[in-house]
């Protein structure tokens, strides 16, 4: 492949860049005018709090709606084409080449600098962009699936992989709320990473193994589906009760946890349920339903397992990181939960 060639793929066309910004545009007025809950958000440091319009789903079943109609006479081509566009890249030859090519323009635009809690016109940027991010994820999948429905390659381990991410972007919208308490929302800065990881890492990345389907056959026992299943099925439970826990504790310390008084720390710490195993057992559940989308590829190469790996190493350093951020925080409780609690991800191992 020559230069002129790798430039041309580089370089997003008008229509891609027209397309990305229908999207952006449609998230933030849907965001703006579709109703959803008012969730608050964590207390600031100057005791204000922001306040969060949860209606992503709503949202994303519009939009889903709005590509239907506009798709009646090829939804596939339309929904390659919408995808490939709106997350600014574009395929040599609209739909058959389905491989994504990002371009340096748009993330030299998408550096916003690094605040905390950036607004908008009234939007929260950082929620913006989650949103944003997952969505693209969803329609990426949704157009490798036409793809090999197209193709007639659909397989058991397309419909797999494809059941498992988009229950866990559905759940995501269902539970949006939650999202106003995790270290995201409440820690971390808008920056390059945060921006960057949204709207290129999670669609792109995340979607590997459907890409990868598309051109590999695999076949799956029965115990392989079953044992893939029972990994998707207990992530889950873990992954959405802990937050879950969390997100319930923080609104009322007093509501019961697996029906029982809350064991708090210090008046501010949950130290009994999915808390009360290990301190970041979210990220257990995260990292096995992680997992569950990759074991559908088999296992003849590590490609399909590139999204389990670096979340794993992305968690280890993100505990690691909140750790230190809660130690400071809030010291001696912090000291006695950690004896309370002393595993950190995983219990007898980590
Ligand atoms: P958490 O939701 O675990 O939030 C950590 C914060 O929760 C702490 O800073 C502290 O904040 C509070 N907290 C910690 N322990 C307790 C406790 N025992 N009781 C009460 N409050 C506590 O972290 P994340 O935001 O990192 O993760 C949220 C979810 O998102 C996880 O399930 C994670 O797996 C997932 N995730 C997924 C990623 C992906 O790429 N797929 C990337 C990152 C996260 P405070 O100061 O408010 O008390």
Not at 80 to 90: F, R
Not at 201 to 213: D, E, R
Not at 244 to 268: C, D, E, L, M, S
């Amino acid at each position: 492949m020559d230069l002129g060639h790798l430039l041309h793929l580089l370089i997003p066309s008008w229509k891609s860049v027209a397309i990305l910004a229908l999207f952006f545009t449609y998230l933030a007025i849907a965001g703006s005018i579709l109703p959803g809950k008012l969730v608050p958000g964590a207390t600031l440091p100057d005791g204000s709090r922001l306040h969060y319009r949860c209606n992503g789903l709503l949202s994303l079943l519009v939009l889903v709606g709005l590509i239907g109609v506009g798709a009646k006479m090829d939804i596939v081509s339309l929904n390659v084409t919408l995808v490939l566009y709106a997350v600014g890249c574009k395929s040599t030859n609209q739909g058959s080449s389905l491989k994504p090519h990002v371009t340096e323009n748009l993330l030299d635009d998408w550096w916003f600098g690094i605040q905390l809690n950036p607004q908008f016109m009234g939007i929260d940027l950082k929620f913006f962009f989650v949103r944003a991010g997952m969505m693209g994820w969803l329609f990426i999948n949704l157009s490798v699936l036409a793809r090999s429905v197209q193709d007639g390659t659909l397989s058991q381990s397309m419909i797999l992989y494809q059941l498992f991410c988009a229950l866990y972007i559905l759940d995501y919208f269902v539970h949006e709320e939650y999202m106003t308490s995790t270290w995201d929302i409440i820690a971390e800065r808008l920056g390059f990473m945060l921006v960057f990881g949204d709207l290129v890492w999670i669609p792109f990345t995340f979607s590997i193994q459907g890409w990868w389907l598309l051109s590999t056959k695999v076949e799956l026992g029965t115990a392989a589906v079953v044992a893939n299943c029972l990994t998707f099925l207990i992530g889950y439970l873990v992954f959405r009760g802990a937050n879950k826990q969390k997100h319930v504790f923080k609104k009322n310390p007093k509501a019961p946890i697996w029906g029982k008084p809350a064991r708090v720390t210090g008046g501010k710490l949950l130290a009994s349920g999915y808390w009360g195993i290990a301190r970041h057992c979210n990220y257990l559940g995260d990292l096995l339903l992680a997992l569950s989308f990759s074991l559908p590829c088999g296992i003849s190469s590590p490609v399909p397992y590139f999204y389990p790996i670096y979340l794993l190493i992305l968690l280890i350093w993100r505990e690691r990181r909140d750790e230190a951020r809660c130690a400071e925080k809030y010291r001696e409780i912090w000291a006695e939960y950690r004896r309370l609690v002393p595993w950190r991800i995983l219990p007898y191992v980590y």
